[in-house]
């Protein structure tokens, strides 16, 4: 954009230059509209201003571990979304994602040298807490950071809901269905240790492939270095169609309804006045354990078996909130979504309609500016792990303003 200096050249596509490709308002609203929901998404759920240490073990909110308080070989420690924008706003942060059953534990005992400035009197530990790797910004089976400067495979990263660590999709023993056919995984070490949950798999999971494949061999090919070609490949069969696959890689039918009898309702089986245990039941049914991360649809947790024996067992496996569809990082997500839903609306799309196209072609150039430094200002915050507080953002409206008036003077000769 600073190329206007030049004089002679339209600025940028702020001329509105016909051989640059057209992008359409609509199209760059809606992609930022994408961004905002997923952000949205994340952190609506969460209290911005208050520590959440007041509401106790919060069932479920967006976290963060901070490496500069607490870092790796110091105890593990969780702070919520206000502390990490108001008592390690310069700090070096371990985005979290969402975590459940977590109490904030910002200056607590844990911090040798920090006072939460926003709830200064808590208790020293909070003993409900559970911790992992990704407190010290690990994570998945290989125990690597994310993103991971040394790995070129692009790869998406699936958290489990039982564990909720995040794993890389080609370290789960089974290519993952595409993103959009599951709605939840379980990972390996976790149906190890809920095993009963094989006996759900033939009727409740989605279908997967296996790749036989372990993490030596992909060592080895990451030293060959994958061309792109096999990693489209590769992406191209584990998607579009889940029938057609590599030699190396062997199918699974176990989730296909195979068996007529498999179908059977359970009411028509009851005969006497015990209730039913839909879980014996289905292990009396053929069920394949495997050593793979297993991947689960929309809903499938109230189908779990809720009778006393069930019950009493997830509570000894403690996993209870598998037959809580409330526990779902989906339901937090449209929580967030819906909280701020209201008090949002589009001005931008309100004016849209009334303007003629030079207003609109100006409009665009004028986000696209915005966008492009933004994001270029916001990468600064990335690069060095801090976290953007409101006023980095009202300093940048500012600056960019101000900017923005100085570039106007220069260009009114293009532009009007
Ligand atoms: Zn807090
Ligand atoms: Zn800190
Ligand atoms: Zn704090
Ligand atoms: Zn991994
Ligand atoms: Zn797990
Ligand atoms: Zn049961």
Same mark, same amino acid.
């Given at each position: ?48 201003? %208050? ?249 499938? %947790? ?41 008090? %949002? ?61 100085? %570039? ?9």
């Amino acid at each position: 954009m600073e190329a206007a200096a030049g004089g002679a050249e339209p600025a940028g596509g702020c001329a509105g230059a016909p051989e640059e490709p057209v992008v359409s308002l609509a199209d760059v609203l809606a992609e930022n509209e994408e961004l905002e929901k997923e952000a949205r998404a994340v952190l609506g759920g969460s209290d911005h201003e %208050r520590c959440s240490y007041s509401q106790g073990a919060v069932k479920r909110q967006a976290l963060y571990a901070c490496s500069t308080c607490t870092p790796p070989g110091e105890e593990p420690a969780g702070i919520c979304l206000a502390c990490s924008y108001e008592c390690h706003g310069t700090h070096k942060l371990f985005e979290l994602y969402t975590k459940r059953n977590f109490r904030c534990d910002c200056g607590n005992s844990k911090f040798k040298n920090l006072q939460c400035k926003l709830f200064p009197e808590k208790g020293k530990v909070n003993s409900g807490n559970k911790y992992n790797h990704n407190f010290y910004g690990l994570y998945c089976v290989c125990e690597r950071p994310y993103p991971d400067p040394e790995d070129e495979i692009p790869d998406e990263m699936i958290q489990c809901i039982v564990c909720e660590d995040w794993f890389h999709g080609r370290h789960l023993g089974t290519v993952p269905p595409e993103s959009g056919d599951f709605h939840e995984m379980v990972c390996q070490t976790c149906m190890n240790s809920c095993a009963f949950l094989w006996a759900y798999t033939s009727q409740l999971a989605v279908p997967t492939v296996t790749k036989v494949k372990s993490l030596e061999d992909e060592k080895i090919v990451l030293n060959v270095k994958e061309s792109e070609e096999q990693k489209r490949e590769i992406k191209k069969e584990s998607g579009d169609h889940p029938g057609k696959i590599k030699e190396e890689e062997q199918v699974e039918q176990f989730n296909e309804p195979s068996t007529s009898s498999g179908s059977k309702c359970p009411e028509t089986v009851l005969k006497s006045d015990e209730p039913v245990c839909k879980l014996r039941e289905l292990q009396t049914m053929q069920s394949l354990k495997k050593d793979t991360a297993t991947f689960w649809p929309s809903n499938w %947790r109230s189908k779990l078996c809720t009778c006393k024996d069930c019950l009493k067992m997830y509570s000894e496996l403690d996993v209870q909130f598998l037959i809580d569809e409330c526990d779902t990082v989906l339901a937090y997500e449209n929580k967030g979504t819906s909280d701020q839903e209201t008090d %949002r609306r589009d001005p931008l799309m309100d004016t849209l309609n009334s303007m003629n196209r030079v207003q609109q072609v100006e409009l665009i150039c004028e986000y696209n500016d915005l966008k492009t430094e933004l994001t270029e200002y916001l990468r600064r915050f990335a690069d060095d792990g801090t976290v953007v507080k409101r006023e980095d953002i009202q300093q940048f409206f500012e600056e960019f303003q101000s900017r923005k008036r100085r %570039r106007t003077n220069r260009m009114q000769y293009y532009c009007s």
